[in-house]
């Protein structure tokens, strides 16, 4: 993630991640997308827990997202799949 020559510290990177997992039961439609799509964005390995919290919340609003919601998750979601075998 460097597109302005900015690398972020990967300590820096996993607290938000850490952070997010924890939050994450809690996130409404759109804490959820900007979320995924900000992870998908940094193009960084997500931690397994830290993406199956984020997915469960998902999968838990799934019928209360909006249009653009589901399309930045889906959006987010493909991004986040290309990254992994």
């Not at 994450?24 to 960084?44: E, G, H, K, Y």
């Amino acid at each position: 993630m460097a597109p302005l020559g900015i690398e972020l510290p990967r300590a820096m990177i996993n607290t938000l991640l850490s952070r997010a997992q924890d939050l994450a039961p809690s996130f409404a439609q759109q804490d959820i997308s900007n979320t995924l799509w900000a992870v998908a964005s940094m193009r960084v390995a997500v931690p397994p827990p830290v993406l199956a919290a984020l997915m469960q919340r998902c999968m838990d609003i799934v019928d209360s997202l909006s249009p653009q919601g589901l399309a930045n998750i889906t959006w987010a979601i493909a991004v986040l799949r290309g990254s992994y075998p």
